[in-house]
């Protein structure tokens, strides 16, 4: 659109420059110059809108990418995190696991704990 817009600014210029060699004062021609002169200014205008709406959406997207890559760091620590705490309640259980396979020090003869005392007596 942009190379479109400058060949009109051109076409322009030489319907100026060819008006201003004959020195006409037709109506019609001045109208055609005065349309073409409305056209280009508007599609100008239009043009710097379109340029001021890329940048804006460029710069959102930017922010939107931002955003998700530190959404997804955020979730990789968490995830780190997580597996870090599961790592170590997995030693943790090992840990006790280990320590109720180890055999009591006091009971080494491999014999039955005894039974506890009751204050009953027995028939």
Do not use: C, F
């Amino acid at each position: 659109m942009q190379g479109t817009v400058a060949n009109m600014h051109a076409v322009l210029k030489k319907m100026h420059a060819k008006i201003a060699a004959v020195k006409t004062k037709d109506a019609l021609v001045q109208a055609n110059l005065q349309m073409w002169e409305l056209m280009v200014g508007q599609l100008d205008k239009q043009l710097e809108e379109l340029k001021m709406a890329e940048t804006a959406h460029e710069q959102l997207e930017a922010r939107r990418a931002a955003m998700y890559k530190q959404a997804d760091e955020k979730a990789e620590k968490a995830a780190q995190a997580a597996q870090a705490a599961q790592a170590a309640q997995a030693a943790e259980a090992a840990k006790s696991a280990q320590s109720a396979a180890t055999p009591d020090p006091q009971n080494m003869a491999g014999q039955p704990p005894a039974a506890p005392a009751t204050s009953a007596p027995q028939k």
